[in-house]
């Protein structure tokens, strides 16, 4: 249950981190905690508390008798699930999910190959569900749905690849996936392809096809390209 100091919280720190993610505050530019905790109506405490969570995610930086210093965007930690998420609902939305699904082709095509070598019983088994959930809520638009079971799928084919470092990008996949979902960035009903290219991955996956599992994900890959050019170019 969450109480009223951690709704403040949440609040102040979603609305700062959606600010300097869409460059309302500007790198250099000098952020006060007194004006900060007026603004909001909130204690210090509240103030330092999110102030740590920006510092922790590289957004600012706090020095004494300065105050808190907005970051390079180069220095952001721009892993961060939820930076990805403040990035994706400001108007650099495009970029930022062009930029996402061209890192998603560089790195799970490689995951899926080592995947098929990797996989135990039970994964390909999971991988087999969430491919015939999304084959499942595919039609009728059922994005919410389908969304779980995409988010599901591709977090199994990073951690089967039995790379740690993979394996972590799970969350960064899941709020690429989420960001076109919730941001419209998706046709009513996925494209019938796309659901194909996954189901076959999964049988590549089971069938230890390193070479087929790894083409197919590219191809899911230049897929996901191509609606961004259609739908958000």
């Known amino acids: 249950m969450t109480t009223p100091a951690q709704g403040l919280h949440t609040h102040v720190l979603d609305t700062l981190g959606l600010e300097i993610a869409a460059g309302e505050h500007p790198p250099g530019q000098v952020l006060r905690t007194d004006e900060l905790a007026q603004r909001f109506d909130v204690s210090r405490t509240v103030v330092r508390e999110v102030v740590r969570v920006l510092e922790s995610m590289h957004l600012v930086e706090s020095r004494r008798r300065v105050g808190v210093t907005v970051r ?22 495009p970029r930022q999910l062009r930029s996402l699904t061209v890192l998603r082709s560089a790195i799970e095509p490689v995951a899926a190959s080592l ?3 990797h996989a135990t019983p039970d994964q390909c088994a999971q991988l087999t569900e969430r491919a015939l959930g ?25 951690n089967a690849s039995g790379n740690e470092m993979f394996a972590r990008l799970g969350d960064v996949v899941a709020e690429v996936l989420a960001g076109r979902t919730h941001h419209q960035v998706m046709f009513e009903d ?38 961004l050019d259609v739908l958000a170019p």
Request: hydrophobic share 45%.
């Open 72 to 93: 390079p965007t180069e220095e952001w930690n721009v892993y961060d699930p939820q930076v990805i998420r403040w990035r994706l609902a400001g108007t650099d939305r």
């Open 115 to 117: 995947a098929a070598r």
């Open 134 to 158: 999304m084959v499942a809520t595919s039609r009728g638009q059922q994005l919410e749905g389908y969304l779980e079971h995409d988010i599901a799928f591709h977090r199994i084919v990073l």
């Open 190 to 227: 996925p494209d019938p392809a796309a659901v194909t290219l996954h189901v076959r991955l999964a049988e590549a996956v089971r069938e230890g096809d390193a070479a087929r599992a790894e083409r197919l994900t590219q191809e899911i890959a230049v897929g996901a390209l191509h609606e």
